[in-house]
């Protein structure tokens, strides 16, 4: 057992006879990781597989290790470790080496490890506790029982634009920027449209799709059906059905109907799905939770490549596909997001503790009269409605701003490239 065991130790951490391979700390994000080094509490990176959370903990190693610190990085994705607790493994580590930083990848694969880490953590044993997992259902179960107060949750996504860009050697993206830079970061702008976000797709010069489709396999198969009872067709349909979908009203009933399923089947699946954080649910706003809970929601995607790669209707429809990036970008910021619907609809309204702060609308254009009508009109019935007197329409490169009165009070609706905005221009 332990000669297995350190066998695949060293195989994941060469650094334990060697020096750290530079080619694993990959492209820098925008986490500030290094920080969190100086607090003892359990930290915990949490979101879908693939979006670069493993790297993330590379280059915190590397820090530790210029320091000369020991370090212990356990991936559980290693089929040769998942039959092995926790405990053991460290176990036999520990008989080579004294162990400071403890790195704990994917660990929902790992049976019996929150009594370990409960441990390791009261009894001050490994300074330093990293771990990450692609299920947030079952390690905040675990959490709920046990770590409670001992722990730190930090959520990873696919790249942000600015993330992108970084990935494509495009540097001085500070707005304002030259006409040649606008022109490269437009071009840019498209293929993040087209390809997504996933750290590794973004790198890759070719044969995107079929990338982001065995993806697509590995979340069911490996997220979702090693855990769960399913029947692989229909989950696999109602996750296509979901993409297809992704930026439009929703509802179990309607999803169960088109699908032929039962709702409480399709309730059970979508759970599946958010937990695995592949799509997130949008409620109506109602200042009462009740209402809220029970009022019609929206479904967006975790990645607009990954949509497009199995959908081929949600890439016909630039203005979902380009919601959907303002959607993501607002969860990565940690906005509080809901959208309005009345009489007439917003995309999305953020609420900043006990208020409604900011009303967008996303459209692909405002060219036609009909829909900057209809796009003003549902702004301005959500300013109104909460009192604001300032809103914004996001489009793919269209740019102004419209002054009216609205009920004797003067309001701005500022129009603006989406692409712009993502590299921080004031929201």
Known sequence: MKEEILKSLYDWNPWIEGEFPKDLAGFNRNYVLDTYLQIPEVKVLEGARRVGKSTLFYQ?????????????????????????????????????????NLFVDEIQNCTDWVP?????????????????????????????????????TIRVYPLSFT???????????KLPISSAKKSLIKNHFLQYLEVGAFPAVVLRPVLQKELLISYFEDFIYKDIASRHEVNLVKIKELGIYLATNSAKLFSYRGCANA??????????????FYEIFL????YKFDYSLKNQMGSEKKIYIADS??????????????????????????????????FHKKRYE??????????????????????????????IRGLLEAMRTYQLTTGLILTFDEEGLEEMDEENQQVQIKILPIWKWLLGETL
């Open 259 to 272: 699908l032929g399923m039962h709702p409480k089947t399709i309730m059970d699946y979508c759970s599946y």
């Open 279 to 282: 799509f997130n649910e949008l």
């Open 305 to 338: 490549g990954l949509g497009r790669a199995i959908s081929f209707r949600f890439s016909e429809d630039q203005g979902r596909v380009l919601e959907n990036i303002v959607h993501n970008e607002l969860r990565r910021c940690g906005k509080e997001i809901y």
């Open 60 to 100: 915190l190693i590397e820090e530790l290790l210029k320091h000369k610190k020991n370090v212990l990085y356990i991936n559980f994705e290693d089929e040769s470790l998942k039959k092995y607790t926790l405990n053991e493994i460290v176990s036999a580590y520990r008989e080579i080496s004294p162990l400071h």
């Open 163 to 173: 993330e992108y860009l970084h990935f494509k050697s495009v540097r001085d993206t």
């Open 346 to 375: 917003c995309d999305f309204i953020i609420k900043t503790e006990l208020k409604i702060s900011h009303a967008i609308q996303v459209s692909k254009t405002l060219e036609d009269p009909d829909v900057k009508t209809r796009e």
């Open 116 to 152: 370990f880490i409960r441990k390791a953590y009261d009894r001050k044993e490994i300074p330093q506790i990293w771990i990450s997992g692609s299920n947030s259902s079952l390690i905040k179960k675990e959490f709920a029982t046990l770590l409670t107060g001992r722990n730190i």
